[in-house]
């Protein structure tokens, strides 16, 4: 995270964010789970910076994908448990709709 936050001082004047903010080292895989819901990280890829994740948030009823700019990822579906994918634009983001597994319809929304 050093090395992102370094890079947005640098390049765009953005405030060090160590200080008001707790950082933790993450990697891919089970980050967390509380409250009934866990947290699962994907590694993405976005040149010039290192250590870059896509998020599975998932409960009993919701489950969220999130994700910063990422080149192509051919895994991505499987992680984001997708299937059944429809495409279409919401302004300058991309917004897909798939239905999950259970039916209940889901949303992603990305930008390029």
């Given amino acids: 995270m050093k090395a992102h936050i370094d890079l947005r001082i640098a390049d765009e004047g953005r405030p060090d964010l160590r200080a008001p903010v707790q950082l933790h080292d993450i990697d891919a895989g089970h980050i967390m789970e509380q409250g009934g819901a866990t947290v699962t990280a994907m ?9 870059c994740f896509a998020f599975f948030l998932k409960s009993a009823d919701t489950h969220v994908v999130f994700s910063g700019d990422t080149a192509p990822i051919a895994t991505f579906a499987d992680f984001a448990r997708v299937e059944d994918w429809h495409k279409a634009v919401a302004g ?10 259970d039916g209940h319809r889901r949303d992603l929304l990305d930008h390029d």
């Fill in 43 to 51: 590694r993405t890829v976005h040149p010039r910076l290192i250590d």
């Fill in 92 to 101: 300058h983001f991309d917004r897909t709709s798939f239905a999950g597994s």
